[in-house]
């Protein structure tokens, strides 16, 4: 038999008297528990202690909330990311925060659970279009490639190509970690790519004049 969420105590609470952020902490857990596709409205609404009626008046079926859920831990993530990143020219701010960024999604419990059960839900993100979380990682990353094309620490080029590289780059060693970190420490793993970001962003070395 599929075990449950267990209940809140104390029974189905006042809808509003419920916020979103309760509502997703209790999607969290059920997915978490469950993986995504076994996670259902009811289990989510008997978590957070809520009707089902009130839970679909919020989120109408089960990948709407995980969408909300999934949206906000990444801002909570690239907020983090930022914050690290506080020194040094844009260039190594921006590689510092990505790889802090890379550091963070390999060990977040929500993606990693996603990632053992439920893998394929994200290969339409792959193959097909960008989502929501990757256009965002990619606004992140862009405002540091244009930043840093004003301080003259990032080479120059068109932004949006630039910051598109870097996306792909660093999801790969999110998406792929798993396999990728056999008989490999995946620490290093993401310093060789803090290392290849920053050579790949350095500005080239002024051209010397030939000698005649």
């Known amino acids: 038999m599929t075990s449950q969420c267990h209940s809140s105590p104390g029974g189905t609470r006042t809808g509003n008297r419920v916020g979103d952020a309760d509502l997703l902490r209790a999607a969290r857990d059920c997915v978490l528990a469950h993986g995504v596709r076994r996670t259902t409205l009811t289990e989510i609404a008997r978590r957070a202690g809520v009707s089902r009626m009130t839970l679909y008046r919020r989120f109408p079926d089960v990948g709407s909330v995980v969408t909300a859920l999934i949206t906000a831990e990444f801002g909570e993530i690239l907020r983090q990311a930022r914050a690290e990143a506080t020194s040094g020219t844009v260039r190594h701010r921006l590689v510092s925060a990505t790889a802090h960024g890379v550091r963070l999604l390999q060990s977040a419990p929500l993606l990693q659970r996603v ?20 256009l965002a990682a990619e606004g992140f990353l862009r405002e540091y490639v244009v930043q840093g094309h004003a301080d003259g620490s ?7 190509v630039q910051a598109r590289a870097l ?4 999801q790969s060693f999110v998406v792929s970690i798993g396999p990728a970190a056999a008989g490999v420490d995946p620490s290093a793993l993401t310093d060789e790519l803090a290392r290849v970001l920053d050579a790949a962003l350095r500005p080239e070395p002024p051209t010397r004049p030939e000698s005649r």
């Not at 990632?115 to 990757?134: F, I």
């Not at 990032?154 to 949006?160: A, K, L, N, T």
Request: hydrophobic share 40%; proline share 10%.
């Open 115 to 134: 990632l053992e059960t439920d893998a394929e839900l994200l290969l339409p993100y792959l193959v097909e279009r960008l989502g929501s979380t990757q």
């Open 154 to 160: 990032i080479r120059p080029g068109d932004p949006d």
């Open 167 to 170: 996306l792909l780059l660093a």
